[in-house]
T-cell receptor
């Protein structure tokens, strides 16, 4: 799987949009971008994933650049409960080979301030 | 629906004792994962089951660790004998399909070996 690079920490004011960047310059054409987060003392939580089109769900939006070398996770109106470590992961979709693996890096600690 | 259930939530034991961690995956999910999280090594995949069959146990640290999945609704991770370096948070996750990349994590078991 391609490797990802994320800033170690970011701050965001409550109510503002949080934009979390991720670089994945070696991503392959069949690799998806996944985002998970881990709130303190809880298990990781799936947020969203995408291949090349922008995606949106009830939690967040995922913007992937046209060359797919980077992406941004957007939390439109951050709350204090969004304070967590956010992980950007790239992996091949499909169940063949070792495609079941999720490789978690160090992620970005997002702190939402009141 | 209930999420992934793990027990116990906290376990404190003495070095040399046997430890058994338990996991109940989400009903209908056919893939189950055991992870370990430490400050030093982050989140690591220990073993992966698909349809109750162990597919990849390459992440299991050593022979002291064993995992079973006797049926679709129950899995155990056993450490015998336990050592202080096994202290970590152990997470169980399940998925409806290993290829989706969407894994649902339990709350974890915090293990302390003294």
């Amino acid at each position: 799987d391609a490797k990802t690079t994320q800033p170690p920490s970011m701050d965001c004011a409550e109510g503002r949009a949080a934009n979390l960047p991720c670089n994945h310059s070696t991503i392959s054409g069949n690799e998806y971008v996944y985002w998970y987060r881990q709130i303190h003392s809880q298990g990781p939580q799936y947020i969203i994933h995408g291949l090349k089109n922008n995606e949106t769900n009830e939690m967040a939006s995922l913007i992937i650049t046209e060359d797919r070398k980077s992406s941004t996770l957007i939390l439109p109106h951050a709350t204090l409960r969004d304070t967590a470590v956010y992980y950007c992961i790239v992996r091949v979709a499909g169940s063949g080979g070792s495609n079941y693996k999720l490789t978690f890096g160090k992620g970005t600690l997002l702190t939402v301030n009141p | 629906d209930a999420g992934v259930i793990q027990s116990p939530r906290h376990e404190v034991t003495e070095m040399g004792q046997e430890v058994t961690l338990r996991c109940k995956p989400i009903s209908g999910h056919n893939s189950l994962f055991w992870y370990r999280q430490t400050m030093m090594r982050g989140l690591e995949l220990l073993i992966y089951f698909n349809n109750n069959v162990p597919i990849d146990d390459s992440g299991m640290p050593e022979d002291r660790f064993s995992a079973k999945m006797p049926n679709a609704s129950f899995s155990t991770l056993k450490i015998q004998p336990s050592e202080p370096r096994d202290s970590a948070v152990y997470f169980c996750a399940s998925s409806s399909s290993p290829g989706t990349g969407e894994q649902y994590f339990g709350p974890g078991t915090r293990l302390t070996v003294t």
